[in-house]
């Protein structure tokens, strides 16, 4: 999964980083990402995506809101932050339009450190399904684990959260 045409993204083209409890942005994103202004500020780091939404916070009934108020749907990032929060948006950037936004924005900050990352999809506002693909994350396969539990929990919570096809759904 990429998030622009630059080429700079490769989604998790490439090794993993190593299995671990918590992930840091890899060193070469990181390098690249701090010579540009619109990404990182060399004094607060990266922005805070205005976008980003805790999922939880996002369910109104039987489904799921992005922050404008809109019925979620499609393709959005996420990542799994240090509470075990699903945070997810949209690659908005608010210093400039025509820029990417890679994942690390979703929590903004210096040091920004997930569990988990990757690209979380949506049909007609239900989750459909979610992945690792976090070119910025890097996060191990097993990491998954961690928000597929996540994940299991909300279904026996409310079913109805899942688009009908979704593998949870099914079970």
């Known amino acids: 999964m990429g998030s622009g045409s630059s080429g700079l993204y490769s989604g998790t083209r490439g090794a993993s980083q190593p299995y671990a409890d918590s992930y840091h942005v890899v060193p070469k994103m990181l390098k690249v990402d701090k010579k540009n202004p619109d990404i990182y500020n060399q004094e607060t780091g990266y922005f805070k995506n205005p976008s980003a939404r805790s999922l939880r916070e996002a369910i109104r009934g039987n489904k799921i809101y992005q922050s404008n108020g ?6 959005f990032m996420y990542v799994m932050n240090k ?14 339009p025509l820029e990417r936004s890679p994942h690390p924005t979703l929590i903004g900050g210096k040091t920004p450190e997930v569990q988990c990352a990757g690209i979380i999809k949506f049909k007609s506002g239900r989750i459909f399904r979610i992945d690792n693909q976090s ?3 890097r996060p191990d396969i097993r990491s998954l684990g961690k928000v597929e539990e996540f994940m299991q929990n909300l279904h ?11 593998e949870w759904r099914s079970q």
């Open 83 to 96: 509470k075990g929060e699903i945070i997810f948006g949209k690659r908005v950037n608010p210093n400039n």
């Open 135 to 137: 070119g910025h994350f």
């Open 70 to 75: 809109k019925q979620a749907e499609g393709e």
């Open 156 to 166: 026996n919570e409310n079913p109805l959260l899942f688009h009908k096809s979704s």
